[in-house]
């Protein structure tokens, strides 16, 4: 038996061994991501649910090129202070936001991630009229330091002039 043929299955075993390790790493990197952003997707939903301002603060990156598209406002906000801004201002007309996305897509290409989906929800204004909505959304998120944060989100009606629906009273 000559020296390379003995070495030979310990080669291969080391070589199976190293692509193995490699593309496994390659399947399960993708899959932690994007674990990842659906928990930053859904601790957004939460935050606004709940309308808590520092919750949404903890979520978006805080830099001026990041921006926020609502139905039913005339423009769009761009950096992070008109951003907040008019989360703040959405709080303050409403009692009550209450939302939920249901099934959604998530995409993430290296630091880069995007959720599309339908959100579903509920708002009362403070004059007392309940109304509810449906509308499609994305959202891009980046990866800063280990973390996936909102940089750009972009929600468009599916129904209606605003995307607001008024709910009828029932009895009692």
């Known amino acids: 038996m000559n020296w390379l043929s003995a070495r030979t299955p310990i080669a291969a075993g080391l070589l199976l061994s190293a692509i193995a390790f490699f593309v496994g790493n390659c399947f399960a990197h993708p899959t932690a991501d994007v674990d990842a952003v659906r928990a930053a997707n859904r601790a957004f939903e939460t935050a606004l649910s709940t309308r808590d301002i520092a919750a ?26 008109a951003t907040k801004k008019t989360f703040e201002a959405d709080f303050a007309s409403s009692l009550v936001i209450a939302s939920s996305m249901g099934d959604c897509q998530i995409h993430v290409n290296g630091r880069v991630a995007w959720v599309n989906g339908v959100e579903n929800g509920l708002r009362m204004t403070r004059s007392g009229e309940k109304q509810l909505f449906t509308n499609f959304i994305t959202t891009i998120f980046v990866n800063r330091d280990g973390r996936w944060l909102i940089v750009s989100r972009h929600v468009s009606e599916t129904s209606g002039d605003d995307g607001l629906a008024p709910v009828e009273a029932g009895p009692g």
């Open 56 to 81: 949404i603060e903890s979520l978006w990156l805080h830099e001026g090129s990041v921006n926020n598209v609502e139905p039913s406002h005339a423009a769009f906000d761009v950096g992070w202070d």
